[in-house]
């Protein structure tokens, strides 16, 4: 079946670092979407993105959608503790659009200030 | 979220007991949805529902039973727990299957 990657599965980064994590979807995705989780939290929205090669951003956050619409990355600048969490990418289940979410296995970043 | 509640936070049973989960949406979605959520696996899908009366099995539905007699209400039971359901549950609603999701608080489930 479909599945979606993330990598990478944990990273840790000192305050003011950059941060990326990346999304691969095993089939085309007429959209991906990205949540964040708090430890203890539950999965928050964050961003919808629809058009290949789409870029969004979101004060220190970036998210872009790949041209062929299989891939996805989340970008923060100048990480700060307060972006502590799992991050997770979730694309429809088919080609086509119309189905349940897949959710990648996250990625969660920790903050050293 | 405040318009979506999930009770109780917290549950503590035995093998072989049976469980529900609740759930509650104050926003009139018609996608309802039950995750669990386990370390290195993400969050997988149990059942959804497209309306009330409407549901279908997720990724992992054996051993769990789900209804919708409401719009507003999805319970999740477990009739007969194992072991291998301590997990932490998430239920979500969605307006439609592609739109977002907003995720209630979780149940912290251990089956001793």
């Known amino acids: 079946g479909q599945q979606v990657m993330q990598i990478p599965q944990y990273q840790h980064v000192q305050e003011g670092e950059d941060f990326t994590t990346y999304c691969n979807s095993s089939t085309t995705l007429s959209n991906i979407q990205w949540y964040k989780q708090r430890p203890g939290g539950h999965p928050v929205f964050l961003i919808q993105?629809?058009?290949?090669?789409e870029v969004k951003k979101q004060k220190r956050l970036t998210f872009q959608f790949g041209e062929a619409k299989k891939n996805s990355s989340l970008h923060i600048t100048a990480t700060q503790t307060t972006d502590v969490g799992t991050y997770f990418c979730a694309g429809p289940g088919r080609p086509g659009g119309y189905n349940k979410l897949i959710f990648g296995a996250g990625t969660r970043l920790a903050v050293h200030p | 979220d405040a318009g979506i509640t999930q009770s109780p936070r917290y549950k503590i049973t035995e093998t072989g007991r049976q469980v529900t989960l609740m759930c509650h949406q104050t926003?009139?979605?018609?996608?309802m949805f039950w995750y669990r959520q386990d370390l290195g696996h993400g969050l997988r899908l149990i059942y959804y529902?497209?309306?009330?009366?409407?549901?279908d099995k997720g990724e992992v539905p054996d051993g769990y039973v789900v209804s919708r007699s409401k719009t507003e209400n999805f319970p999740l039971t477990l009739e007969s727990a194992t072991r291998s359901q301590t997990s932490v549950y998430f239920c979500?609603?969605?307006?439609?299957?592609?739109?977002?999701?907003?995720f209630g608080d979780g149940t912290r489930l251990s089956i001793l």
């Open positions: 926003w009139s979605h018609s996608y």
């Open positions: 529902s497209a309306a009330a009366d409407i549901t």
């Open positions: 993105l629809v058009k290949s090669g």
């Open positions: 979500a609603s969605s307006g439609t299957m592609n739109q977002p999701q907003h």
